[in-house]
């Protein structure tokens, strides 16, 4: 699972990306699907030449290559384009034309022409978004091994100008076609949405008074993914900063007292609000030719966006002090 602002940060580049090349004028007719292979897959007696090679090769109808965590694994080329004995002729990938992109804080989704097809893609882990120009992704990626270039290519998305690139450590990342937007049901988000966000809390919240847990709560936030996705090891230690709390205080002793559940939850929401609304501002000046490149200087200047995670020393306000939980 991808940090809240990770997650942020790769659905608002592609979005931008495409939106800058899209008001040029150019052309999201989808050519290819190009991927990497795993290294079971290169040793397959059928796997393709390039994937034997270790360069990245385009699928097929025939392709019937999957993804996503061990117990879920997707198709990575759509179902509906593929050819079957029930299908023998399918649509081609030229029917495709990008027409959207957009995220949410689980995955990025990308729409075709007349809403034809829909792909959710979840990040997962290790996976970041890269938009490519054709010729430097012909003369940097085409012909060089996944073990020169250090990284793999989750999906990449041919097109005339430009190739959008989904780039992995670990290929493990989860995609998912559908014919329709309201196939894809993700739990409501602190924001934009906390009334939502706030009755599902709520029910969670029941529970732990009636079955209390005495876990710490840094620890066991990060694995609720249901609820609290997006608060991994630095974003959970941020948010118990911004809203007073010590890390060390057990689910029950956060949740099961009103102030110290508002406080967080208040700053679960400015801390979502803030990547909303500014991470753009951050990642800008590191993007070339659609290509994020920070510079090391540019990289940490993240750190300014933190209070405590890798900092050796903080400040905090001090507070009166008051008789209660605080």
Known sequence: MPEEREAAASGKQAKESFKAAQEAGEDFVLEDIAVDATGKEALRPDAPERAKQGLVYCL?????????????????YSPTLRATSDNPTPPSLSTLVLED???????????SFMSYLWLQLQCLTH????????????DSIVNVSKTVRKFRIGMAFIFAAHVLAFTTIDLVFQPNWATSASDFIYPPNIFPAPPDFCALVADFIEGILLKPDHKRATDSIRGLNDIFYGIGVYTVMELFFIAGLSPLLTVYEVFSVPSRAARFLLAFYCY???????????LRPCIHDGILAPTTDQRLRYADWLFIWAKERTAAQRSEKKKGPI
């Open 272 to 282: 979502v609000e803030c990547t909303e609304e500014d991470i753009w501002s951050l």
């Open 101 to 111: 992109v957009t995220y949410t804080h689980r995955a990025l989704i990308l729409r």
């Open 60 to 76: 097929d109808a025939t392709s019937d290559i999957r993804r996503g965590q061990s117990k879920h694994r997707t198709e990575v």
């Open 127 to 138: 996976t970041s978004v890269q938009f490519y120009p054709r010729e430097t992704w012909n």
